[in-house]
Every structure is written in structure tokens, then in C-alpha cells.
């Protein structure tokens, strides 16, 4: 026998029994178990062991058994069976070593068992200075993944760097990788050496990707993990200590658990949630008996009520907004074409941002009731609130909080009541502020009510930016005087005049007696007014341009009514009770309210029926006025007594008056030195005295100047002027009739006097328009702009 080594090639068998594989292929240089189940394999095994101990393992294309040696891959590997060990299942295990890559070239059984024609592949290596350096390249990545790996094995990592053939050791390395079954595969299929490196060493750098976001993932978990154990362990720590520490600070904790739950609610941002996170860590801080856990638990109170949240879009129909107006107002037409103008604007444009409105009126004419009603159009919040007497600062925008008791302003509050971003808030009687050692409200007002500024609008309680930008603003004053420019400036102004005695009747018809009858607990169908009532009471007891006094005037009457009701039915009581409910019922006392029980109830007329405002004496004339209360009828009075010469002004006149009470003084000495042929010194022996009644009353403008010379020619001609005409008009020094305010308001008391006639600069006709026509109705005017037009319809000839 020779002692020569034999060639593999020679050794290995040109066929081969297949055992397919399932898993993954299975590497040449590798001692491993492999567990056989089926029979057919089985017995072929057996048979090999007793012939030639060489069988092939191919990888199936598909995770499940094959069928036919077709649904195998073509390139496997040979291995020599070294032991077998049959189980008692009827299978084998066996332990093999893997010898060399082989290529099915023929199908010599298609299955069970499967046996093919193999052809036996060498690899194309080389021992160039790059397979060296991909060889260390290998070996160093995979030390990166072992050592990251608990599942690498300390005996892996010696096999791998045991290995002196580069082509062993990618297989090696891509045997133990975990990665795909077909991308091992392809390695098993690449014959040049360098190729497969370069191959694996991919795959070593996409699992070294794979293991860091695996790592991080792990990091974050046991971050997570150790966290919650964490804070498990502190709150039972917690929970002991309070107990501890007794009901007092459980009370603490509870506090802050409820702030913080409410305010974690709000998406705040920037400026505000930082303050809102440093007050919160502040308050867990603070013992409970300190006097700033209070101040500090307020201060988050009043932060969580607000409505940070941004409102809905509105939703208002213009059709709706006008019906609803329409039913809770009788009139004011004007009034209601412009809300319903300024409403439609904003649902064009849908913004709500930079809506004021200040409603001008005298009182009683329904300003507030106006401003609800907007509120009941929009479907909106409505918060209503005073700033008549305001002297201070805070009232708008609060106290700062080292102050004892400190509160946000009005706004603010407001806010916290309606509970939301976009309601009507009324601000009443802002011609009534006045300014004060703590500031001047209406000037703090400016930033509240400009658009540009309210939207970062800080209040001093809070010092925070807060949005007031979405809140509709409707503002109410008698009159503008006092009010600062600027803030005029922001507004639109809607004027509400008073009403006339018809309009007061149908007021008091549709609303005020069903209020006054419910509020003084009568019903409707036990009282019943005439028609004349109404207009007796408008004209003889409430001749103010609102309806407050008519209202007032109807609960007086109503609360006689009652109390006579309710003394009969006392007196009666004993009888009452032995009656049905039907003759009870048909007993029920009705009244009728006429103008004899109204002078019964409401004593005699304040304006006795009939008696209107006159000039009927030498030395008088009628004028209209406009004052906070409304238009106003005034009578001028003007008197001489023989003595030293002189000019005497009463009724308590303001000083644009006074100089308007001069010029009308030159003016008519002028006149009627010149027209009437008066002696220049009758003034030289005389002293003129001009008074307005009614002289508790403050009274200014320059709009009586031609009412006083009108006075002073009849003083000064001794003849009495035109009967049932007034006027109203600034005079000039050289006999020029100006323009004036207030005309509608005018025109109306005008009415409510009786008039006829009515001067008026000729100025002023376009303002005539802004009256309506059932006002209008019955007067002549007399548009003038010369005083010598006057003299001509006061004196005619």
C-alpha cells in the first residue's frame, strides 16, 4: 500500500445523495450537528454510512420541505458524516464536517430520496496585500459586533481568529451573522475569495448599523423602566411621609395635583409657559402656613380659570341678528341698520378683531338692553360692567401682586366669568371716569380697546400677554365730553336719540307693562291701560327723552294696584274659602288704568296736560338745546332795569355761553339801533339782565347764541316774537348763523314741545336726514344763514 496523500478531487464522489435544507445553508470547514426527520432521507443516510459516507446539503428556495430536487438551490456543500445517532423517534442525528462547494449538474432522482450528478467548485483566491487587509478588515468589524453580542461565544471569537484562509474565514463570519437566508446563500455562491469578502464586510457594517439603533432602542427602554420604578418607589416613599406629616400636607399635595392637572391642560407656549412651570415648582416649595402659599395659589387659580384656548369660528345669521333686534326694540331703525351693517362687515371679512362700538344716548333709551341684544344675535357671552366713578388704574387692569388682597382688573375678570375667548363685554358710562392719584382709567382703557395692543394685553395682577383681540367691545356714554380723543378715536360711534310720545307708547305697550305687571306680581289680564294713559303719562309725568321715568311711573301704579288686591283679598279670605274654584275665578279683580286713577295713584301732573314750554312775553324766546339727558326745550328770559349801565348773565352758564351771551348782546344793540331806530343811550340807563331757567342745571355751548339775541331784540323793541317757533344756532359778530351738534336730538324735543317751527342753520340740513320722518312729520323748517333771516320769521312785519 502506498503511503502517497491522496488529492480530494479523487476522494469525493462525482454523485451525491441530497438532504435539503430548510433553515440556512450550511458552510464548507464547519463540525456540526444536523437532525434528520424524514424517512426517505433516513434510510439514504443509512445507506451512505455503509458505502460512501459523503452526502450533499442543498438550502431549499423556500422555507417548507421540497418537493422535488428543483425547488433546491443549485450550489451546496459536501460533508462526511463522522457519527450518527438514531433517536427513537425513527429520525438521526448525525454530526458532519463540511468539505467542499459542489454544483448540481444532473437530476439522477427527482425525490425521496433526491440524488444528483454533482460537479465540485474551486475557489479564486490570491494572496494580494487587499485580500490581507479585507482578512483584517473582517476580523475586526466582527470583534465590534461580539463584543456588543452576549449570544457570540467566547469559543466563536477564537474559531475566527484560528482561521488562515481568508475564504474560511468569510464563511465563518457569515455563517454566524444574522442576516437573511438567501443573502448567505449568495455568499455560499461566490467563488472569488475577494468578492465574498467584500460581500460579508457589507453585511458586517448593515448589522453593525442594525445593532447600534438596537442598543439605543435597549438604552431607552431601561431608561424608561428604571424611570418608573423610579417614581413607583418615590411615591410610596411619598405617600408615607405625608402620612407622617399629618392632614395638613396632603392637603398641600392636593392642591398643586389639582393646578397642575388643570393648567397641564393648556398648550401654553413661550413667555407664559415658563412662567406658569417657575410657579408651580415655587408652590410644590412652599410651606402652607406661609402667607405665599395663598398669594401663590390664587395667582394659579386665577391663570387655570382663564380661557387661553382659542374660540370657534362664528356662526351668526345676519337675517336672525336683525329679527332679534327688531323683537327686543321698538324704533331706533338707524340704530339697527348699523349694527346690522357692522355685524355683516365682520361676518365678510370673519374677523373679529377691532370691534368697538360705543352707543351714545341719553339715559333710559335702551343702550344697555342694545348691547345684550348684540350678545343674543351672536349667540355670544355677554358681561356687563361700570366704569362711571372709576378713579383708579387697577379697576382696568388690576393690582400688582405684592399688594394685600391684589385682584386682575375688570378685563380680566370678565373673562374668568364668561369663560370664554370671544363674548360682548359692555363697558358703561365711560364719560363718567375720572382721573385720580392712582392714574387715569380712560387712558388705560387706550391699550385695552386698540386692536394693535389688545392682543398682547397685559394685566399687572397677571403679567402675562393675554389675546383680548377676539372680545367685542360695546361701549355706552350720555355724551362725549370728557372723554380723551384718542379713545374716541377707537370707536364707532352710534347715536341712540330719545323717543317721541308715540314711540313711548308702543314701548310701554309691547315692553314696559308686561316687566312692570311680572315684577309687581300682577297679571296681564288683571290690568288694562287705555290708550290715552300711556300718553297722559308720557306727557305729563315722563317728558324725559328714555322711558325710565314711564317705567318708574308704571311700577308706582302697579304697586297701589297690588296692594289694594292683596287688602281685599285678606278681607274676604274667611268668605273666599267656602267658594269653588270657578266662582273664584270669575271674582278675580280687574283694573282700569285711566287718566283719573293715574292722578289718583301718581298725585298731580309734573306737566300739567296742555302746558308746553312758551315765549309769549316781551323778552323771551325758545330755544333747543342738547344735553346728556337728550334734546331740551329752553325758554331765555331778558329783563331791563332803569339805572346804571351793565350786563348780567344767570342760570348757570358755562364759559363758551357766557362769550356766546356777548356776541349776541353787540348783536342785537346793533340791530336794533339800526333796523328799529333805538336809542344808543336807553343802554347808557339801563341794565340788562338775561337768564335760562332752570338755573341748577349747568348749561354751555354756543348753540343758544341766536335763541339770546333773539331774546334781547324783543326786550330791547318791547315786542313779544313769533309764537311756536325755536331755534337753535352759534352767532357770529358779523350776524353769520353757524352750524351746531345734537340736531336730531333737537328736533325730537322740538316734538315732544308741540312746535311747528324750527330754525336751523342752513349747515345743518344734511343733519335733518338722520331724523326720521314720523319725527320730522308736523314741524316746518327754517334753514337760515344770516341773523337777519332770523329777525324776518321771529319780527315780521
Not at 451525491?16 to 434510510?43: M, Y
Not at 459516507?53 to 431549499?60: M, Q
Not at 358703561?428 to 392714574?439: H, L, R
Not at 298725585?603 to 312758551?614: A, C, D, L, R
Request: contains cysteine; charged residues 30%.
Amino acid at each position: 500500500m502506498s503511503d502517497e496523500i491522496m488529492p480530494i478531487d479523487y476522494v469525493l464522489p462525482p454523485k451525491l445523495p441530497i438532504i435539503p435544507l430548510t433553515g440556512r445553508p450550511i458552510f464548507p470547514g464547519v463540525l456540526t450537528p444536523i437532525l434528520i426527520g424524514n424517512p426517505p432521507d433516513v434510510k439514504l443516510i443509512e445507506e451512505s454510512a455503509s458505502s460512501s459516507a459523503i452526502i450533499g446539503l442543498v438550502l431549499a428556495r423556500r422555507d417548507s420541505r421540497p418537493e422535488t430536487i428543483s425547488d433546491l438551490y443549485k450550489v451546496g456543500t459536501a460533508a462526511k458524516i463522522v457519527k450518527k445517532i438514531n433517536l427513537p423517534d425513527g429520525g438521526l442525528n448525525i454530526f458532519i464536517t463540511t468539505l467542499k462547494r459542489f454544483k448540481i449538474k444532473k437530476t439522477l432522482r427527482e425525490s425521496d430520496p433526491m440524488i444528483a450528478a454533482v460537479q465540485y467548485l474551486e475557489e479564486e483566491s490570491d494572496s494580494s496585500s487587499e485580500t490581507k487587509a479585507l482578512t483584517r478588515a473582517l476580523i475586526s468589524e466582527m470583534k465590534v459586533i461580539s463584543e456588543n453580542n452576549p449570544l457570540f461565544s467566547e469559543e466563536m471569537r477564537l474559531n475566527m481568529v484560528n482561521i488562515d484562509h481568508p475564504g474560511k474565514i468569510a464563511d465563518f463570519i457569515v455563517s454566524i451573522l444574522n442576516i437573511d437566508r438567501a443573502k448567505q446563500q449568495k455568499v455560499l455562491e461566490i467563488l472569488n475569495v475577494k468578492k465574498r469578502m467584500e460581500q460579508v464586510l457589507i453585511y458586517i457594517k448593515k448589522e453593525q448599523d442594525i445593532m447600534r439603533i438596537k442598543t439605543r432602542i435597549q438604552k431607552e427602554i431601561n431608561d424608561k423602566i428604571k424611570k418608573s420604578q423610579r417614581e413607583y418607589f418615590l411615591k410610596e416613599e411619598l405617600k408615607a411621609i405625608k402620612k407622617e406629616l399629618g392632614p395638613s400636607y396632603e392637603e398641600e399635595a392636593s392642591e398643586y395635583d389639582r393646578l397642575a392637572e388643570k393648567l397641564k391642560g393648556f398648550n401654553f407656549e413661550g413667555e407664559v409657559k415658563a412662567a406658569v412651570d417657575e410657579e408651580l415648582a415655587k408652590f410644590a416649595s412652599i410651606d402652607p402656613r406661609s402667607p405665599e402659599f395663598a398669594i401663590t395659589r390664587n395667582y394659579l387659580d386665577w391663570i387655570a380659570a382663564l380661557p387661553w384656548d382659542a374660540p370657534p369660528p362664528e356662526e351668526f345669521n345676519l337675517k336672525t341678528a336683525a329679527a332679534v333686534l327688531e323683537k327686543d326694540h321698538y324704533g331706533l331703525k338707524d340704530v339697527k341698520a348699523r349694527i346690522v351693517e357692522h355685524l355683516a362687515v365682520r361676518k365678510l371679512r370673519k374677523d373679529s378683531k377691532g370691534t368697538i362700538i360705543c352707543l351714545l344716548g341719553p339715559p333710559g333709551v335702551g343702550k344697555t338692553s342694545v348691547g345684550r341684544s348684540i350678545a343674543r344675535a351672536m349667540s355670544k357671552q355677554f358681561y356687563r360692567f361700570s366704569v362711571g366713578g372709576i378713579r383708579d388704574v387697577a379697576e382696568i387692569k388690576g393690582h400688582r401682586r405684592t399688594y394685600i388682597g391684589a385682584l386682575p382688573g375688570k378685563i380680566i375678570q370678565g373673562l374668568k366669568t364668561v369663560k370664554t375667548k370671544d363674548p360682548v363685554f359692555m363697558l358703561d358710562e365711560i364719560d363718567k371716569m375720572g382721573a385720580g392719584v392712582s392714574g387715569d382709567p380712560a387712558s388705560a382703557l387706550l391699550e385695552v380697546l386698540d386692536p394693535e395692543q389688545n392682543v398682547t394685553f397685559r394685566d399687572h395682577y397677571l403679567d402675562l400677554p393675554f389675546d383680548i383681540s377676539r372680545v367685542f367691545f360695546i361701549l355706552t356714554a350720555n355724551t362725549l365730553d370728557g372723554v380723551p380723543l384718542p379713545l374716541i378715536d377707537r370707536m364707532e360711534i352710534i347715536d341712540i336719540p330719545g323717543y317721541i310720545d308715540s314711540e313711548k307708547l308702543e314701548i310701554a305697550r309691547r315692553y314696559l307693562l308686561p316687566k312692570s305687571l311680572e315684577k309687581n306680581g300682577l297679571k296681564q289680564s288683571q290690568v288694562k291701560y287705555t290708550k290715552d294713559a300711556f300718553l297722559f303719562i308720557a306727557n305729563s309725568y315722563a317728558r324725559e327723552a328714555g322711558v325710565r321715568n314711564f317705567e318708574k311711573n308704571m311700577d308706582k301704579i302697579h304697586r297701589k294696584l297690588a296692594k289694594e288686591l292683596v287688602e281685599k283679598e285678606e278681607t274676604e279670605l274667611p268668605e273666599k274659602s267656602k267658594k269653588t274654584e270657578a266662582s273664584r275665578k270669575a271674582e278675580i279683580q280687574k283694573f282700569t288704568v285711566d287718566k283719573t286713577l293715574i292722578e289718583t295713584y301718581l298725585g298731580k301732573p309734573f306737566f300739567p296736560e296742555g302746558v308746553f314750554k312758551k315765549a309769549e312775553e316781551e323778552g323771551t324766546a325758545l330755544g333747543l338745546a342738547w344735553t346728556s339727558m337728550g334734546g331740551d326745550v329752553l325758554v331765555i328770559e331778558a329783563a331791563s332795569v332803569a339805572g346804571k349801565s351793565g350786563f348780567t348773565l344767570t342760570g348757570k352758564m358755562g364759559d363758551v355761553m357766557k362769550e356766546s351771551a356777548a356776541i349776541a348782546m353787540t348783536v342785537a344793540r346793533k340791530v336794533v339801533c339800526e333796523k328799529y331806530d333805538v336809542n344808543p343811550k336807553w343802554f347808557e340807563r339801563n341794565h340788562v339782565h338775561l337768564h335760562i331757567p332752570e338755573g341748577a342745571t349747568p348749561k354751555d355751548g354756543p348753540s343758544a347764541g341766536v335763541t339770546m339775541a333773539v331774546a334781547l331784540i324783543s326786550l330791547f323793541i318791547k315786542r313779544a316774537a313769533s309764537q311756536n317757533l325755536a331755534m337753535t344756532g352759534e352767532l357770529s359778530l358779523t350776524g353769520k348763523v353757524l352750524p351746531i351738534g345734537g340736531l336730531k336730538e333737537k328736533t325730537i324735543a322740538a316734538k315732544r314741545n308741540k312746535v311747528k317751527r324750527v330754525i336751523i342753520p342752513k349747515q345743518n340740513t344734511r343733519d335733518l336726514d338722520e331724523a326720521p320722518d314720523y319725527v320730522k312729520n308736523g314741524i316746518e323748517f327754517h334753514p337760515v344763514e344770516t341773523f337777519d333771516e332770523i329777525i324776518a320769521l321771529a319780527f315780521p312785519d
